[in-house]
C-alpha cells in the first residue's frame, strides 16, 4: 500500500541541524520546544478609475522561522552572535576572569594570576563595600594591605569593633587551559546556512510518531536575541530569516518532507552493530530422502 498523507499534528521537534554550502556539519540545537514559520508576500493592487480593486499581483515572498528554546544553547547564540565557539587547550588558553569571596583572616591559593590584575576589596555582612586594598608583603588592614607570598594571597583578620570587614572579595585574571568561550562582536554577523529540523508528527489514524523534515536552504540567524539570565525565565527565542534558495532550480524557501518511517525520539545506550543482519537467517530445513520401495 503506498503511503499517504493526511491531517497532522507536529508533536516535537527533536533537533534542528545546521550545515554549511559544502554540507559541512556546523552545529546542532536540540532544544527547541516550539517553533513556526511566517511567510508574508509583497504586492501591488491593480485598480480601475475608481479605485476598486480588480487584481492583485504578488511580487515576492518572504520567510521568517521563529524557535523557543527551552533551555539556554551555545550553538543557538553562537548562531545569532555570528562567531564561532572557542574551546580553551593547553596551547591556547583562554585569559578568563575569577571572582571569589573568602573569609577575613584566610588565605587562598591565586596560582595563574596575570601579574599587576589581583584586586581586594572588603564586604561587610550586610553588603557594604569597603576599602580596596593594594598588594604588600603581608596582611594588614590598618596599611591597607593584602598579603601575597608566591601564588597565596592572605587577607586581614575581623575585627568588628575598629569597622574591619568581614570577609573579602578577590577579583583577578588567568590563563583557562579548560574551559568555553562565547563571544559576540559588534562587527561579526551570522552566515547563511541550510538548516534541517527533524519533528515527529501525530497521524491520528497511526499509533506511531511520525518523521518529518523541513529543509531551509538558505537561512540566516537573526543577530537580535534575549538572553535570559535568570532560572525563573530559561526560555529564549531565536528567528531565522529563510531567504530565496538564489542558486537552486526551483527559488525554494522550505521543504517539508514526510519520509515513510517512524520518528526515533529517544537514543538507545546499547551499542548498535550495523555490521549484523538485524533479520536472522532461517536455518534451512533438510529434506529426508525417500526409501526406495522393493
Known sequence: MAFKLGNFAVKEIIRAVALDFNDTLLYTIDQLSSASIE????????TDKLGNIIRTIYNSKTATLTGTLALLSPAAINAASGSELTEAGSS????????????????????GAAAGTIKVMGIYNNGANGIVLTQGTAADYDAKTFGLDGDILSVPDADAENGHPDSYLVV????????IMLANYANEFPKAVKLIMYAAIMDPCSSNYRAAYIVAPNAQADPSMTINLDSEST???????LNTDYCGCDRVLYYIYF????????????????????????????TPTPTPTE
Open 235 to 241: 526560555e529564549t527565542d531565536i528567528t531565522f530569516n
Open 259 to 286: 519520509p515513510d518511517e517512524d520518528a526515533v525520539t529517544t537514543v538507545s545506550c546499547s551499542v548498535i552493530d550495523e555490521s549484523q543482519d538485524p533479520t536472522p537467517t532461517p536455518t534451512p530445513t533438510e
Open 39 to 46: 511567510v508574508s508576500a509583497e504586492s501591488t493592487d491593480i
Open 92 to 111: 591556547a588558553a583562554i585569559t578568563m576572569p575569577a571572582v571569589k569571596s573568602i573569609p577575613a583572616g584566610s588565605k587562598i591559593n591565586v596560582a
Open 172 to 179: 583577578y585574571d588567568r590563563d583557562v587551559e579548560s574551559g
